[in-house]
């Protein structure tokens, strides 16, 4: 019998490197979709769902999972290879069918289709709007059934966006909502990269 080898660990590196070429490869079988926001963010979306995101592919619904929103929605094959790679009941071929009719795959991430997607995303500013909304049920959740020395409610929101969900007037009044109401626990990462739809 031959003996088992041990079964190295991939790398950051290449767990990032996994997410761009499941993405660059379902964006060019489809001949539709966004591949610059996984091939942008694939690093720092690794490291968040590696090491932050408390989540549970096995429960996707436990009712204290830190929540991710892919505002940028167009970049929707960022988030179904994260939860692909990370165990969700997203198989390889549900890649394969990204952007196809009935896929649980869309173009844009569609709430109850898709294993692990919190909320519909796609007009720009909206995800982010829904996140804080989310960021504010948390808060008013925590502090109606936390009690010292037992916390029930305790997770964060974290969201990506990029520059056009910046653009939209509905991420600025959101944003303000939720500097005024002192939302801690809403994290945002802004892809800055300068580029959108119309140009640079």
Known sequence: ?????????????????????????????????????????????????????????SNPKWPDRDRFVLSNGHGSMLLYSLLHLSGYDLGIEDLKSFRQLHSRTAGHPEYGDTPGVET????????????????????TMAGQ?????????????WVFLGDGCMMEGISHESCSLAGTLGLGKLIAFWDDNGISIDGE
Do not use: C
């Open 1 to 57: 019998m031959a003996e088992a080898q041990p079964v190295e660990t991939p790398t950051r590196r290449e767990k990032a490197n996994a997410i761009r070429a499941l993405s660059m490869d379902a964006v060019q079988k489809a001949k539709s979709g966004h591949p610059g926001a996984p091939m942008g963010m694939a690093d720092i979306a690794e490291v968040l769902w590696g090491d932050y995101l408390r989540h549970n592919p």
């Open 120 to 139: 519909t995303t796609g007009p720009l500013g909206q995800g982010i709007s829904n996140a804080v909304g989310m960021a504010i049920a948390e808060k």
């Open 145 to 157: 059934f936390n009690r010292a020395g037992h916390t029930v409610v305790d997770h964060n929101t």
